[in-house]
Antibody, heavy 120, light 106 residues
Framework: EVQLVESGGGLVQPGRSLRLSCTASGFTFGDYAMSWVRQAPGKGLEWVGFIRSKAYGGTTEYAASVKGRFTISRDDSKSIAYLQMNSLKTEDTAVYYC???????????WGQGTTVTVSS | SYELTQPPSVSVSPGQTASITCSGDKLGDKYACWYQQKPGQSPVLVIYQDSKRPSGIPERFSGSNSGNTATLTISGTQAMDEADYYCQAWDSISVVFGGGTKLTVL
């Protein structure tokens, strides 16, 4: 079964850091780009960023709202994608979803999400 | 920055056809996707590349994209189709989501 499981969410103070993990199973993780999408309470979906597969350089792209503060990385040997979040703001409070990603094809596998709350 | 606009809500009677629109500048020149999200659940891809259905998505879901508007059509709408629907497209390398449409089946 194809599955993505996020972990690492929690309550964090503004200005602090948090790292989310996304563990994949049921498919060849290294062959796929991976994306992070977030959803603030009661709001719509917001793209955070994605990381290409190593075959395409393993490079990253980010939304303007998180560029310079968030970093996506991957460990293909462990089938894990990471989202490192620094200098967190209250407006980063959201459920964070990990997804598979393909340009032009969309996001066909989603994790269950992990909740990040940024508050003092 | 590129924007996608959806109506906040759409209502449909059971068995009827629901149409949800997504508008953006020259959207027809880009690929559009659609996601369904039910309360408390993760989104599910229901349409990709404008009109293709992933495996497991019922045939009553269809999509089109032309000009400035992409449309998700649900034929023979069922109560189980009540959900939020989000369109998504690409602006160069960036991913853009519409604001979402709440589909009510009543």
């Amino acid at each position: 079964e194809v599955q993505l499981v996020e972990s690492g969410g929690g309550l964090v103070q503004p200005g602090r850091s948090l790292r989310l993990s996304c563990t994949a199973s049921g498919f060849t993780f290294g062959d796929y780009a991976m994306s992070w999408v977030r959803q603030a309470p009661g709001k719509g979906l917001e793209w955070v960023g994605f990381i290409r597969s190593k075959a395409y350089g393993g490079t990253t792209e980010y939304a303007a709202s998180v560029k310079g503060r968030f970093t996506i990385s991957r460990d293909d040997s462990k089938s894990i994608a990471y989202l490192q979040m620094n200098s967190l703001k209250t407006e980063d409070t959201a459920v964070y979803y990990c997804t598979s990603y393909s340009s032009g094809f969309g996001m066909d596998v989603w994790g269950q999400g992990t909740t990040v709350t940024v508050s003092s | 920055s590129y924007e996608l606009t959806q109506p906040p809500s759409v209502s449909v009677s059971p068995g009827q056809t629901a149409s949800i629109t997504c508008s953006g500048d020259k959207l027809g020149d880009k690929y559009a996707c659609w996601y369904q999200q039910k309360p408390g659940q993760s989104p599910v891809l229901v349409i990709y590349q404008d009109s293709k259905r992933p495996s497991g998505i019922p045939e009553r879901f269809s999509g089109s994209n032309s000009g400035n508007t992409a449309t998700l059509t649900i034929s023979g709408t069922q109560a189980m189709d009540e959900a939020d629907y989000y369109c998504q497209a690409w602006d160069s390398i960036s991913v853009v989501f519409g604001g979402g449409t709440k589909l009510t089946v009543l």
